[in-house]
Every structure is written in C-alpha cells, then in structure tokens.
C-alpha cells in the first residue's frame, strides 16, 4: 500500500523558514517524479513546485520562485521543501504528490498519490 507522509508544518512569523519533508513507502519512488501543491481555505489546489526522478530538473509557481527550494533523497524515499522568506499568502495546508509519468508536473491531475497535508501558516 502506497502511503505518502508530510511534516515539518507549523506556525511560523513572516520572514522565517520552514523544512517540509514528505516520507513515500510501499514501493520505491526513486524513477517518478514529485510536486508540492498547497491548498488555502476556500481555494483550489495549486502548484508549488515539481522535481524529476532524478533531481537534476526543478520547476516552481512564480509566486515561491527564489524562495523555496525543492529536493530530494531518493536512496530514502523522500521529498522536501526549504522554506524561506515566509509571507502570510503562503499560508495553507501543503501536500506532496508523485507524478505519472510523463505527465505535467505543475497539473493537480498528473499525480497518482497524495499525502494527508501539513499545515503551514505564517503569521504577519
């Protein structure tokens, strides 16, 4: 059974940081590539950003571009996302996914599995 675990999530003033790291088990995800997206209240899911299967290849929303860093460890089976200059916008519940193959990573719709979310929120 596949099961994608997020965490690192919290309260956190605008300007600080925050790691996210999202724990993939039940098969080896080392060939796939994965995304972050993020969920505010009252609003649809939206790209955050996507890294391939080998990490060499990044994509990120233009809102979080020079700010937050995606990467990965796949010899662990995980993802994670370095959060930096935190603005109260980025407030939201944040998920990480792995995408089908040759699928677009910024496209809700191009990933198999989700994890449960982590909350996220940043205090102005």
């Known amino acids: 059974q596949v099961q994608l675990v997020e965490s690192g999530g919290g309260l956190v003033q605008a300007g600080g940081s925050l790691r996210l790291s999202c724990a993939a088990s039940?098969?080896?995800?080392?060939?796939?590539?994965m995304g972050w997206f993020r969920q505010a209240p009252g609003k649809e899911r939206e790209f955050v950003a996507a890294i391939d299967w080998s990490g060499t290849s990044t994509s990120y929303a233009d809102s979080v571009k020079g700010r937050l860093t995606i990467s990965r460890d796949s010899a662990k089976n995980m993802v994670h996302l370095q959060m930096n200059s935190l603005k109260p916008d980025d407030t939201a519940v944040y998920y990480c996914?792995?995408?089908?193959?040759?699928?677009?990573?910024?496209?809700?719709?191009?990933?198999?599995?989700w994890g449960q979310g982590t909350q996220v929120t940043v205090s102005s």
């Open positions: 039940g098969r080896t995800f080392s060939t796939y590539g």
């Open positions: 996914g792995v995408k089908r193959r040759g699928a677009a990573g910024h496209l809700t719709a191009s990933y198999a599995y």
